[in-house]
């Protein structure tokens, strides 16, 4: 009697699995089929793609049938630079667009990316990762898919997906490798108007004595010979922009921007504080110390703070402290330097801030803006 049971329980178990086995592989089947539908094989989509009714919506306002479908060979954009040089602005200025979405800093790439890079370079965790299995191949695969899920997933969909997070930098040549179709966008700015904003502002950054001027100034250094040694490396890859040159001529740098990245004209970046906090338009976090900056037209208010602030010894010592500012077109002697002329727009811009900001002026007020002004023209 047990044994017949035990048989019985056996066939019922056998038939059981069966039916799972070919339950499971019909749903594969299904899996294939709408992957070969909706894209390439090995492409990565959204899980609305296996199995859901979830449709995406781009920010053209066209409503897909299909899946936003996303991969490795996609034409990503990474915006980066020392923090306080502008990347702040370029990416709002490119979230303006239609076509493409930024969005705020994730915080979490340049951190994956730095701890990558402390694997290679370490031989010991190298030799330890190659006997696990865990090789360069896996690791690439793995940032692969962790980043891309990022980017795509923290905000809207777009025809031109965009990162900006500062030193992800970095990592450019990586990138670079990893995302063979990425473009990379520099953003340089001189590096004293950088640190003085760091310092003045209080914005903490790993590894930057913020009581120092002589500290910032050479980490600053340091940070941006990386990412200018890469940039130029891949010079048909990354475009070095200069944020003095972008505020003083946003028309013109936006224009070669945009043909850089392959992206098609609209005058909408140039007045990206219009499309603030609206559908499609610059979405801004409340926690990045930029986002007070960024709501106002192109100006040319903080192109000059610096001056006068700086202690006399690092200003001696400025060419040694930082010889990137040399490299980079800055004359490390100039107080107060020489950027360039505005274009009218911007110094319109400039003037109506002024007004909104401090009001009817008088007495010595006005005398100094007016010297302001026929300075930069």
């Given at each position: 009697?047990?044994?017949?049971?035990?048989?019985?329980?056996?066939?019922?178990?056998l038939v059981i699995s069966?039916?799972?086995v070919f339950y499971l592989g019909r749903h594969a089947?299904?899996?294939?089929?709408?992957?070969e539908e909706h894209g390439q094989l090995g492409a990565i989509l959204p899980l609305s793609a296996l199995g859901g009714s979830m449709?995406?919506?781009?920010?053209?306002?066209?409503?897909?049938?299909m899946p936003f479908v996303y991969n490795k060979d996609m034409p990503l954009i990474f915006i980066g630079g020392v923090p306080r040089s502008g990347t702040t602005l370029m990416r709002a200025m490119l979230d303006a667009h239609p076509e493409v979405r930024c969005g705020e800093e994730t915080r979490v790439i340049p951190r994956i990316l730095a701890m990558k890079q402390m694997w290679s370079r370490s031989g010991r965790e190298k030799m330890r990762l190659d006997e696990a299995g865990v090789t360069d191949e896996v690791l690439d695969a793995a940032m692969q898919a962790f980043l891309l899920e990022i980017i795509v997933k923290h905000g809207e969909p777009a025809n031109f997906l965009c990162n900006k997070d500062p030193f992800a930098l970095k990592s450019l040549s990586y990138l670079a490798k990893i995302f063979p179709r990425a473009k990379f966008v520099l953003m340089i700015r001189d590096g004293r108007a950088s640190v003085h904003s760091m310092i003045s502002r209080?914005?903490?950054?790993?590894?930057?004595?913020?009581g120092s001027y002589r500290d910032c100034l050479t980490k600053w250094n340091r940070a941006i010979e990386t990412m200018y040694s890469q940039c130029l490396v891949a010079a048909d890859k990354c475009l070095p922009v200069h944020y003095e040159q972008l505020v003083l001529h946003p028309e013109k740098w936006m224009k070669t921007l945009l043909k850089f990245l392959d992206v098609p004209w609209n005058d909408a970046v140039l007045r990206h504080e219009e499309l603030i906090g609206k559908a499609g338009g610059v979405s801004l976090s409340k926690v990045e110390r930029s986002t007070d900056q960024v709501i106002k037209p192109v100006n040319v208010e903080a192109l000059s703070k610096w001056?006068?602030?700086i202690p006399a010894d690092v200003v001696r010592d400025m060419a040694v402290i930082a010889p990137m500012l040399s490299r980079l077109g800055y004359d490390p002697h100039a107080n107060p330097p020489n950027y360039g002329r505005p274009d009218p727009k911007v110094l319109d811009n400039t003037r109506r801030q002024d007004t909104m900001i401090d009001g009817v002026k008088c007495g010595t007020d006005v005398q100094q803006d007016k010297k302001r002004d026929e300075s930069l023209v």
């Open positions: 009697m047990i044994g017949k049971l035990k048989q019985n329980l056996l066939v019922a178990c069966s039916v799972t089947m299904e899996c294939h089929q709408r992957i449709r995406t919506t781009l920010r053209t306002g066209q409503n897909l049938s209080k914005v903490t950054i790993a590894g930057f004595d913020l001056v006068g602030k």
